[in-house]
């Protein structure tokens, strides 16, 4: 690879409201979505809420001459809705779905059913080896009252880690997709914190779009102006992420956003607003080396998110257990009951009434149980990412306390070059 080495990457990214039966226009805006994408000839296009497979057909049919590579992760009942088109050979291709995506009995919501993963391709540019990483993290439906918030703080942590994990021989790391986060939201700012990623918004010196970059705005028909409400300008939930790894520099050299409305027809593509970003790699010289050693003062921050993640996941897992612990009452009160159900149809007293009560009293036992085996599950799930970032919160200290003189190892996930991992 030569010394002058540099490459431009153009980057698509959009949720794209895509269920059946239920989202408005949706055949419309799928086939005005192609139309896009082929006229203006992304490297990358990295699309979530593709919920229906025949919309990803008809898409990879219609992109084929320009995105000849595609590929659509399956997951969970209804599916990811996670799909990436490429103009340049994927050479790998893997996905990992949450360990916890919300409630089965939420059932309105419906994240449980959709099995919410992170999807991964890698791409080989001219020498350069290119992790892009597509995601969708469940949904907030009450800020006031966020019963997911220790579920989308899980999520965040265990999309940190899968990007830690699989992009040690990447040259460029590229996160896209609805991350369903403000800012300067927890689980946005452990992410960041934790994998060293950029935010396209916060860099580029070229930007053009909605008021500071928001994702969801009240002037797109398909959005409701009385959610957002608290937010007069919208909400920036959807992001454009990266960080180079090794020998090389990146930086977003521009992004836009659409403002509302398909640029070219002036009705939306989605309730949400596209990403388009315009992202420069090349060679870094010694002096910028992309993964230098961090000091205290930049772990700072890192040991306050992660204190204050796993805070979020012990309250999350202390309202688990009293869940299932009340889900395990219900189902012995509704064994006791089925044994009196049988002890009176046995007897003979009281049949017609036994025989009605027999019914409701299996239905208890069953759901009662159903929910008492779900939330054990929550709460292991959020045990094993808690105890996780109690172990990488008790290395931060240890690094903190030691200084950088005497620092014998760099912190997991603060340097990309490091190989020995504790078992």
Known sequence: MKPNFSLRLRVFSLNCWGIPYLSKHRADRVKRLGDFLNMESFDLALLQEVWSEQDFQYLRQKLSPTY??????????????????????????????????????????????????????????????????????????????????????????????????????????????????????????????????????????????????????????????????PFPSGIRIDYVLYKAVSRFYISCKTLKTTIGRDPHSGTPLSDHEALMAT???????????????????????????LREAWTELDLGMAQAHWWATFAGYVTGVGL?????????????????????LWAPTVGLVLGAGAVYLFHMQEAKGLCRARAELHHVLGRARDAQDLGPESQPVPLLGQQEGDRAEEQ
Not at 95 to 112: A, E, K, S
Not at 174 to 201: F, I, M, Q, S, V
Not at 297 to 305: K, N, Q, T, Y
Request: aromatic residues 8%; proline residues 4%; charged residues 20%.
């Open 68 to 229: 000849p590579a595609a590929h659509y992760f399956r997951s969970g009942i209804i599916g990811s809705g996670l799909c990436v088109f490429s103009k340049h050979s994927i050479q790998e291709i893997t996905q990992h779905i949450y360990t916890l995506n919300g409630y089965p009995y939420m059932i309105y919501h419906g994240d449980w059913f959709c099995g919410k993963a992170v999807g991964l391709l890698v791409l080989h540019l001219s020498g350069l080896v290119l992790n892009a990483y597509v995601t969708h993290l469940h949904a907030e439906y009450n800020r006031q009252k966020d019963i997911y918030l220790a579920h989308r703080v899980a999520q965040a942590w265990e999309l940190a880690q899968f990007i830690h994990h699989t992009s040690k021989k990447a040259d460029v790391v590229l996160l896209c997709g609805d991350l369903n986060l403000h800012p300067k939201d927890l689980g946005c700012r452990l992410l960041k914190e934790w994998t060293g990623l950029h935010d396209a918004y916060l860099e580029t010196r070229d930007f053009k779009g909605s008021e500071e970059g928001c994702t969801m705005v009240p002037e797109n028909c398909y959005v409701s102006r009385q959610e957002l409400e």
């Open 336 to 356: 006791l009951l089925l044994v009196l159900v049988c002890a009176l149809v046995a007897g003979g007293g009281v049949r017609e009434i036994a025989i009605m």
């Open 279 to 305: 992202l420069c790699v090349r060679h870094s010289p010694p002096q910028q080396d992309a993964s230098p050693t961090h000091g205290a003062a930049e772990r700072s921050p890192l040991i306050s998110v």
